[in-house]
C-alpha cells in the first residue's frame, strides 16, 4: 500500500513567518500534487510537479519535488493570514489512482 | 472551461433512511470521476471511481454505492445509512483515458447522520 505522510499535521503561525510542509513516502510517483482547501469547500490545485529536482514557484509559494521522486516539500515565504488552510500532497504512481496526504492544517494570524 | 457541480451541499438524514448525492460535469467529455469522503478536515479516502457509463469500480467495502447513469454525473447512493456514513464527500474530475495526474474537485457535500 503506498503512503504518503505529511509533516507537520498542524501548523500555528504569526503572519510574515515562513514555513515549510514537507510530504515523504516510501514509493516513487510520477508526479505529486498539492492542494489547498479551505473549510467546507473542495480542495484546489496549487501545482503538480512532474520530474525529479524540479522547483516551482507560485508568487510566495515554492515546491520542491525530490530528486527520487519520493517526497516533496511546500515552503511559504512571508506567511498572511489568506494562507490559512488545509493542505494536501497527493501523489500518482504510474497509471494509479492518486494517494493523498493526511494534510496540514495552517493557521496563520494576523 | 470545465465546471463541477455537487448537491446538495448539506444534508442531515436519519440513521437508516436512503442517501443520494449527485455530481455533475460540465465542459469535458468522458471524464474519469471520483467520490472521496474525508473526515474531519483531514485527508481524503477514495470510496468509487468510473472511467466511463456504467464502468464502477470500488475502493473499499462499505455501506454505499455508485452509479454513472450518464458520462457527466455521478451518484452516489445508499439503502440504509449507518451514524459512521457522516461525513464531507467529494466529488471529482480529471481527463479522459488517465487514471492519474490531476483532479479537479467539487464544493462538496457535509453529510451528518444522526
Known amino acids: 500500500t503506498q503512503l504518503l505522510e505529511q509533516s507537520p499535521q498542524f501548523l500555528s503561525i504569526q503572519e510574515g513567518e515562513n514555513l515549510t510542509v514537507y510530504c515523504n513516502s516510501s514509493s516513487v510517483f510520477s508526479s505529486l500534487q498539492w492542494y489547498r482547501q479551505e473549510p467546507g469547500e473542495g480542495p484546489v490545485l496549487l501545482v503538480t510537479v512532474v520530474t525529479g529536482g524540479e522547483v516551482k514557484k507560485l508568487k510566495r509559494l515554492t515546491f520542491q519535488f525530490g530528486d527520487a521522486r519520493k517526497d516533496s516539500s511546500l515552503h511559504i515565504t512571508a506567511a498572511q493570514p489568506g494562507d490559512t488552510g488545509l493542505y494536501l500532497c497527493?501523489?500518482?504512481?504510474?497509471?494509479?489512482?492518486?494517494?493523498f496526504g493526511a494534510g496540514t492544517i495552517l493557521r496563520v494570524k494576523s | 472551461s470545465q465546471t463541477i457541480h455537487q448537491w446538495p451541499a448539506t444534508l442531515v438524514q436519519p440513521v437508516g433512511s436512503p442517501l443520494s448525492l449527485e455530481c455533475t460535469v460540465e465542459g469535458t467529455s468522458n471524464p474519469n470521476l471520483y467520490w472521496y469522503r474525508q473526515a474531519a478536515g483531514r485527508g481524503l479516502q477514495l470510496l468509487f471511481y468510473?472511467?466511463?457509463?456504467?464502468?464502477i469500480s470500488s475502493e473499499v467495502p462499505q455501506n454505499l454505492s455508485a452509479s454513472r447513469p450518464q458520462d457527466r454525473q455521478f451518484i452516489l447512493s445508499s439503502k440504509k445509512l449507518l451514524l459512521s456514513d457522516s461525513g464531507f464527500y467529494l466529488c471529482?474530475?480529471?481527463?479522459?483515458?488517465?487514471?492519474?495526474?490531476?483532479?479537479?474537485f467539487g464544493p462538496g457535500t457535509r453529510l451528518l447522520v444522526l
Open positions: 497527493a501523489g500518482d504512481s504510474y497509471g494509479n489512482k492518486l494517494v
Open positions: 468510473s472511467v466511463g457509463i456504467g464502468q
Open positions: 471529482a474530475w480529471s481527463p479522459p483515458r488517465k487514471l492519474q495526474e490531476t483532479q479537479y
